[in-house]
T-cell receptor, first 116, second 114 residues
Framework: DGGITQSPKYLFRKEGQNVTLSCEQN?????MYWYRQDPGQGLRLIYY???????QKGDIAEGYSVSREKKESFPLTVTSAQKNPTAFYLC???????????????FGPGTRLLVL | DAKTTQPPSMDCAEGRAANLPCNHS???????VYWYRQIHSQGPQYIIH???NNETNEMASLIITEDRKSSTLILPHATLRDTAVYYC???????????????FGKGTKLSVIP
């Protein structure tokens, strides 16, 4: 099955702890993204990467870090500096091709992060 | 990216067509209209997108007005599984750094009723 997988589905974080959310895709997409969704709200972009070994901050990057060592993987670390990490985290991927069918973003199932 | 306006909620009887409107009166000529939906506690699902011509795929049809200031997503035979929040997004493709961000508003909560 082609698609995007995120793990775990639920994650609990203790105060002062860093946690890493996994995102893997086998769609051969160059671009990957991390969004955060709070209850009743839309999605906000945390980080995105258009190519391996390169990534850019989105609107709410503070308290988060990412890496892109492989095309298939784009893990997100929620650091202790993120004071309000409880949210639903969504990973997406897309091609970077020009034209009307390029760049459509496809989403994973999400990880719900809760602070203990 | 242009701002969109959608009704907060709609009901549709099972088996009937669901018509979800979206206003995007400030859309520019190179902005596409995208539709996604999100079923509770799941990731958003891509439905369809278009520039100015009407589009149809296995999930839905997208009707864009001639002046491109509004569009309608049509689910031809709604089922209970179509109950979700539907998001209308306009965006420019391929315009460099930051162009990839999808700006999700609050969408329309569609309830399909048996």
């Amino acid at each position: 099955d082609g698609g995007i997988t995120q793990s775990p589905k639920y994650l609990f974080r203790k105060e002062g702890q860093n946690v890493t959310l996994s995102c893997e895709q086998n769609l051969n997409h160059d671009a990957m993204y991390w969004y955060r969704q709070d209850p009743g709200q839309g999605l906000r972009l945390i980080y995105y990467s258009q190519i391996v070994n390169d990534f850019q901050k989105g609107d709410i990057a503070e308290g988060y870090s990412v890496s892109r060592e492989k095309k298939e993987s784009f893990p997100l670390t929620v650091t202790s500096a993120q004071k309000n990490p409880t949210a639903f985290y969504l990973c997406a991927s897309s091609t970077t091709g020009q034209g009307p069918n390029g760049e459509t973003q496809y989403f994973g199932p999400g990880t719900r992060l809760l602070v203990l | 990216d242009a701002k969109t306006t959608q009704p907060p909620s709609m009901d549709c009887a099972e088996g009937r067509a669901a018509n979800l409107p979206c206003n995007h009166s400030t859309i520019s000529g190179n902005e596409y209209v995208y539709w996604y939906r999100q079923i509770h506690s799941q990731g958003p699902q891509y439905i369809i997108h278009g520039l100015k011509n009407n589009e149809t795929n296995e999930m839905a049809s997208l009707i864009i007005t001639e002046d491109r200031k509004s569009s309608t997503l049509i689910l031809p035979h709604a089922t209970l599984r179509d109950t979700a929040v539907y998001y209308c997004i306009v965006r420019v493709l391929g315009s460099g750094a930051g162009s990839y961000q999808l700006t999700f508003g609050k969408g329309t909560k569609l309830s399909v009723i048996p």
